[in-house]
């Protein structure tokens, strides 16, 4: 019996098995995708419930309810500014402070001397 050669591969074949190719990888996301629906309301159950057990450990970690200091914390004033920012220094701040003293002051004077030239006291 006379066989066939073998047939090369068209362009067509070529562009058929790509195209069954992609579908199948359609279809595995479109699975993929429903299985994560399937599976959210489960996922979004166990996230609230995670989240609920850390709020009540932190609620529960040592501090009382009427721990005072817990309430009234106030960043400007703890201990981590001291760490993360760096504060200016004190002499530099005293002595803008007096020189805003003397300029104040001499404006007060001269409001002064101007006050008494104009009442003629």
């Known amino acids: 019996m006379l066989r066939r050669p073998p047939r090369l591969a068209t362009p067509l074949d070529r562009e058929q098995e ?11 996301k479109v699975e993929k995708l429903e299985r994560m629906i399937a599976d959210a309301p489960r996922v ?8 609920r057990e850390e709020l009540r450990v932190r609620a529960n970690a040592g501090r009382s309810r009427l721990d005072i200091s817990v309430a009234l914390h106030d ?3 703890g201990d ?5 920012k760096r504060r200016g220094s004190l002499r530099k701040a005293r002595r803008e402070g007096r020189i805003v003293f003397i300029v104040l002051a001499i404006a007060l004077a001269i409001a002064v001397v101007w006050l008494m030239s104009h009442l003629h006291l």
């Open 44 to 51: 979004a159950e166990e996230t609230s419930r995670r989240q």
């Open 80 to 84: 981590d500014d001291r760490r993360t």
């Open 18 to 28: 790509e195209l069954v190719h992609r579908e199948s990888d359609l279809r595995d």
């Open 75 to 77: 960043k400007r004033y």
